[in-house]
Structures are given as C-alpha cells and as structure tokens.
C-alpha cells in the first residue's frame, strides 16, 4: 500500500475519538505549560515562598522551557499529525 493511499483511508470512530481525545490532551497540556511558565516567570504573593529559593536565572530558563514546550504542544494539537498503528 503506497504511502498516499494510507493517508487517504477513512477511520473508524474509534479512531476519530482517540484522535480527538489525543487533541484535547495536546490543547489542555499547551495551556497548563504557558499557565506553568507564567507562574515562575512572573511569581504571585502565593508562589513566591517556592520560587524565591532557587537560583532566578534558573527559574526564568524554566519558564522559558514550558512556555516553548507549551507551544509545541498546541501545534501539536492544532496540526492533526499522529501517526497511526
């Protein structure tokens, strides 16, 4: 079977909902990353106790990370590019 005829094939509505449920998992996995980096970046009264304790340098690395990591994930969601068995 050639690679566009694989493409082309219809899937089964087991296949449409775990393709859905893999995207509502990449969008909600997006948004608590950038939610995530934001919280270290810019520490609220509530987190600054914990975040004030590690090297800041190191913080905002890892807030740089998730917010990247965040992003990925909500392409990852809107592009519909799994792979399948």
């Known amino acids: 079977m050639a690679l566009e005829e694989f ?12 393709l859905l449920m893999r995207r509502i998992t990449n969008y909600t996995m ?3 990353f950038i939610a ?6 810019f520490p609220t009264r ?3 106790r914990f975040v004030n304790q590690y090297d800041p340098t190191i913080i905002k690395i890892f807030a740089v990370i ?5 992003v990925f994930r909500l392409y990852r ?3 519909k590019n799994f792979y399948r068995n």
């Open 7 to 18: 493409e082309k094939e219809q899937l089964n509505n087991r296949e449409k909902n775990a």
């Open 30 to 32: 997006g948004v608590f």
């Open 36 to 41: 995530m980096g934001f919280f270290f970046m």
């Open 46 to 48: 509530l987190t600054a």
């Open 66 to 70: 998730c917010w990247l990591y965040g």
């Open 77 to 79: 969601g809107y592009s």
